[in-house]
């Protein structure tokens, strides 16, 4: 079946350091891909989504492009903060064709940044 | 702007007890909406969606039911709760898709679920 694999668990970052956090998928078609962001206690918020090979998703610094050709979706910031300490979720709309509107998300990578 | 609201925000249970969460949608004409479950420390994994009133949908089973009583409100309920139904649930809503693409979906803040 469709599948999200995130491959960091865990990511520590200084301010103003580079992020990368890389999502990989497991789908026919071109399924639509998403990034959301749960801070603790809080229900995921959207970040971003693409649905088309080299669409481009982006919203707060964060973006990711989608790429076919390597089933990747990986979310990148040029300079992280350390309020954008949280978990990252990667998700893929599943077979939209069986009309069950499920989204598969990712184990989820926590993010921490140290000031 | 719509809001979306879960009740109640935590709850700690007897094993065997019963079960009954709710969520609420304003500002939004017939959404599709969704339950999910978050273990602590863990991932999301969608229970049930709705795309109309009175129709749900099951995707996994857990030993739990849910109904759409009226466009905006979907409830979550056990007669029989279990350990294993600790955790997180959320529930959420989107528009509807359209030609077989996904509109992105948008959670409420959540209730906490302990049973002992």
């Known amino acids: 079946g469709d599948s999200v694999t995130q491959t960091e668990g865990q990511v520590a970052l200084s301010e103003e350091d580079f992020l990368t956090i890389h999502c990989n998928y497991s789908?026919?078609?071109?399924?639509?891909l998403f990034w959301y962001v749960q801070y603790p206690g809080e229900g995921p918020q959207f970040l971003f989504r693409a649905s088309r090979d080299k669409e481009k998703g982006s919203s707060r610094g964060f973006e990711a492009t989608y790429d076919k050709g390597t089933t990747s979706f990986h979310l990148r910031k040029a300079s992280v903060q350390e309020s954008d300490s949280a978990v990252y979720y990667c998700a893929l709309g599943g077979d939209a064709s069986s009309g069950s509107w499920q989204l598969i998300f990712g184990s989820g990578t926590q993010l921490t940044v140290m000031p | 702007a719509q809001t979306i609201h879960q009740w109640p925000v935590a709850e700690i249970k007897a094993v065997g007890s019963p079960l009954s969460l709710g969520c609420t949608i304003k500002?939004?004409?017939?959404?599709?909406l969704y339950w999910y479950w978050q273990a602590t420390g863990g991932t999301l994994q969608q229970l049930f969606y709705s795309i109309t009133v009175g129709q749900v949908e099951s995707v996994v089973q857990l030993n739990l039911s849910a109904s759409r009583p009226k466009d905006d409100q979907f409830i979550l309920s056990t007669e029989k709760l279990l350990l294993s139904h600790s955790g997180f649930y959320l529930c959420a809503w989107s528009l509807v898709g359209w030609g077989g693409n996904y509109a992105e979906q948008f959670f409420g803040p959540g209730t906490r679920l302990t049973v002992l």
């Open positions: 500002g939004k004409s017939s959404p599709n």
């Open positions: 789908a026919s078609g071109y399924p639509a």
